[in-house]
């Protein structure tokens, strides 16, 4: 059975008000990363009315003593190792507030981020999102990882719409979510999913200049390289905007130098439009981009076989249906 444990006290607002908004932080093998997150929500303007729930996603040791400190925290926790998706999702069942906001363990919130948040709700977006700046600026390689991410999501960048967001930073009301169904139970890719869902909804994303959260990059080269392999795997098992040529050919090993050199392209692109002082940052952490972009397009050729093994696999079914 899942267990909420009240460690930091109660989850209400001054004066005993209800929660308007709910912060749900899922952690798995980020606790000393989560010291940094929730102090940044204690150093939080002037709000409105808040829980935070951190979800322990892997049976962290030492979570307990590090919510214990911060006020208005909630540990829950579920029945062995869970998914970013079912964590996220089942620290909103446990939570109260009309209003979720979802933050990972290894980000900080700006000071006005939770005001920022609600102002861009009640404009009537379906769901909303903020800049992803870098935590860990000095570090090259954190900075290559947040780069290769969250180039679309610059301080810089103006209000209006998008695609999709992460969920590191985007929130929703309660209502929008429950008809979305949640997030879905994947290992990657589940808040492109609910984000793009929610794009058809009415309302759309809304990009919060003023919604920031700064996120710690990855600072192992060997794991930097796993976690862009992962992600180029789900685009590749998952064709997400895949263009007809990359769909047919994206399984075939030669493809990989040729996705690699467009992904950059477009990176380039995407950062001269927003913040022409990303494009420095590109040429100067080539020696770290060029690797990165490969473990990506190897990724996808991984992924882009997966999954046409599995269409192979269901063609016969649907042939003799």
């Given at each position: 059975?899942?267990?909420?444990?009240?460690?930091?006290?109660?989850?209400?607002?001054?004066?005993?008000?209800?929660?308007?908004?709910?912060?749900?932080?899922?952690c798995?093998?980020?606790?000393?990363?989560?010291?940094?997150?929730?102090?940044?929500?204690?150093?939080?303007?002037?709000?409105?009315?808040?829980?935070?729930?951190?979800?322990?996603?892997?049976?962290?040791?030492?979570?307990?003593?590090?919510?214990?400190?911060?006020?208005?925290?909630?540990?829950?926790?579920?029945?062995?190792?869970l998914?970013?998706?079912?964590?996220?999702?089942?620290?909103?069942?446990?939570?109260?507030?009309?209003?979720l906001?979802?933050?990972?363990?290894?980000?900080?919130?700006?000071?006005?981020?939770?005001?920022?948040?609600?102002?861009?709700?009640?404009?009537?977006?379906?769901?909303?999102?903020?800049?992803?700046?870098?935590?860990?600026?000095?570090?090259?390689?954190?900075?290559?990882?947040?780069?290769?991410?969250?180039?679309?999501?610059?301080?810089?960048?103006?209000?209006?719409?998008?695609?999709?967001?992460?969920?590191?930073?985007?929130?929703?009301?309660?209502?929008?979510?429950?008809?979305?169904?949640g997030?879905?139970?994947?290992?990657?890719?589940?808040?492109v999913?609910?984000?793009?869902?929610?794009?058809?909804?009415?309302?759309?994303?809304?990009?919060?200049?003023?919604?920031?959260?700064?996120?710690?990059?990855?600072?192992?080269f060997?794991d930097?390289?796993?976690?862009?392999?992962?992600?180029?795997?789900?685009?590749?098992?998952?064709?997400?905007?895949?263009?007809?040529?990359?769909?047919?050919?994206?399984?075939?090993?030669?493809?990989?130098p040729?996705?690699?050199?467009?992904?950059?392209?477009?990176?380039?692109?995407?950062?001269?439009?927003?913040?022409?002082?990303?494009?420095?940052?590109?040429?100067l952490?080539?020696?770290?981009?060029?690797?990165?972009?490969?473990?990506?397009?190897?990724?996808?050729?991984?992924?882009?076989?997966?999954?046409?093994?599995?269409?192979?696999?269901?063609?016969?079914?649907?042939?003799?249906?």
């Open positions: 059975m899942d267990r909420v444990e009240a460690l930091g006290g109660l989850s209400v607002g001054a004066g005993g008000t209800e929660p308007e908004v709910a912060v749900v932080i899922p798995r093998d980020h606790t000393d990363e989560l010291e940094d997150c929730l102090a940044s929500l204690d150093r939080l303007d002037p709000a409105p009315p808040h829980e935070i729930l951190v979800v322990d996603a892997g049976n962290g040791q030492g979570l307990e003593s590090v919510a214990a400190g911060h006020a208005r925290v909630e540990l829950v926790r579920g029945e062995g190792p998914g970013p998706g079912a964590a996220r999702n089942l620290g909103v069942a446990a939570s109260r507030a009309p209003k906001a979802f933050l990972d363990a290894d980000c900080t919130a700006d000071p006005g981020w939770l005001t920022a948040l609600c102002e861009a709700l009640d404009t009537g977006a379906a769901a909303v999102g903020g800049p992803v700046t870098n935590a860990l600026p000095f570090h090259p390689i954190a900075v290559t990882d947040n780069l290769l991410q969250f180039y679309d999501l610059p301080a810089a960048r103006r209000s209006g719409e998008l695609d999709y967001f992460p969920a590191c930073n985007l929130a929703l009301s309660r209502a929008r979510f429950e008809t979305l169904g997030f879905p139970d994947l290992g990657l890719g589940e808040d999913q609910l984000t793009r869902a929610a794009a058809a909804l009415e309302g759309g994303l809304r990009f919060a200049p003023d919604m920031r959260v700064r996120h710690r990059g990855r600072t192992g060997t930097f390289l796993a976690h862009h392999r992962r992600f180029g795997f789900y685009r590749g098992s998952t064709a997400l905007f895949a263009r007809p040529l990359e769909r047919r050919f994206s399984h075939r090993a030669l493809w990989a040729f996705g690699a050199m467009r992904r950059l392209a477009y990176i380039a692109a995407r950062s001269a439009r927003h913040r022409p002082l990303a494009l420095l940052h590109l040429l952490l080539l020696p770290l981009v060029v690797p990165g972009l490969g473990a990506w397009a190897l990724g996808v050729v991984e992924g882009s076989r997966e999954r046409q093994l599995a269409e192979a696999n269901r063609a016969p079914r649907r042939a003799g249906a």
